[in-house]
């Protein structure tokens, strides 16, 4: 029996990635209130946030400090802009921080409210740059199958994810996509990690080669993929991706929008892979979710030709509404100060021996094939047949079943492309909490068998 609110939910909303069919007849989770890891839904049943809401609320949900310098901020100044030279203290206070923390060559800070509108501007940068350059047949973007870059048409297409694309007509031209670096769904047989790698980057070294390094400007990769599965990168894959893209000079885009902040046990995951990226996509965890805000961190040398192009033809023509909002801005601001101040990146080491632990242990159930995480975030292979690996048809929805079990559970997971689930709780999680979370996934587990 669904609720007066569920019903009327049913009546006005469009969800995000959700069935929309199913939707109608199961109807939603309506979420109250927050406290440390935990969300409350309206008749008080208490969930574990095993995915930090979408790998994002990273000081857990009930953080004063946040909440208060929100507040502070909105009765000064609760909005301007940043166009044409205007500008305010959080704004640039924050870029301060971002430049002293920044893994990549950074110069300066460009805005957004999204992760999507931050890939967005990567894109539509590298475009830029290079008709400036003279060089406007440069202008092809790689990406990965099962990468995940956003929803606008452009960070939608770098996605290599079905559902983005099928009857949006998308990916746009000039977007390709590579192999996905996952080991145990896509190496051969016998193939080490290491040779995986190998042959990935020689893949890729071909698609540039076919394609004319002089029409390739720059790769795009996620450290850890996200809704891809949560999928860790295959030994040397990195340094093998970064040894072919500097032959062809090709740029290195790091999309760090979910591993940014501590994630990985780095305050970045391009320094737990040793990635060189020339530039970098963040958010979520840049104001813990508390408020919309996104950052790109652009290197010396691209600023000097977006300098120059305004000498040229005048104003820089990009940038949103919301861009650098001096709320969003207030509330990262101390968001990198508690992450400093409470070395949230030394409990994270602390605590992710006892989550990884808790992962790998998933794998002795019959239905897991596979069990990989860093940091605080993992994710799990289910499979029909773990000798033959073989999936589940995608129909069957063995994930999301796993999940709404978990949820009866007391746990929020996230369910994958039919067959993965992922785990990436807030960074605050305790040891007692994180294995209370699996204590409660592992009965839901029992449960979908
Ligand atoms: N990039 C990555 C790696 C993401 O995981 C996401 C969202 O989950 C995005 C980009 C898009 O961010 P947003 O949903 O804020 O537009």
Redesign the pocket.
Known sequence: MLSNLAVRDIETLVHPYTNLATHREVGPLILERGEGVFVYDTAGKGYIEGMAG??CTSLGYSNEELVEVAAEQMRKLPFTHIFSGRSHDPAIELAEKLKEIAPVPISKIFYGA????A?DTQVKLVWYMNNALGRPQKKKIISRLKG????TVA?ASLTGLPANHTDFDLPIAGILHTSCPHHYRFAQPGETELEFSSRLAAELEEMILREGPETVAAFIA?PVM??GGAVTPPEGYFEKINAVLAKYDVLFIA?E??TGFGRTGNMFGTTTYGLKADTL?C??AITSAYFPL?AVMISEPIYEVLVDQSRKIGTFGHGNTYAGHPVGCAIAVKTLEIYQRDDIVGHVRKVAPKFLQRLEKLAEHPLVGEARGVGLIGGIELVKDKATKAQFEAKKGVAAKSGAFAQDEGLIVRPLGGDRVAFCPPLIINEAEIDEMFDRYERALAKTL
Do not use: Q, R
């Not at 999204?114 to 509108?117: M, T, V």
């Not at 995940?148 to 929803?151: Q, R």
């Open positions: 979408l790998w999204s992760g999507s509108d890939n995940y870059h956003g929803v960070s996620e996200g809704a999309d929008v979910i996509s958010a979520k996104s």
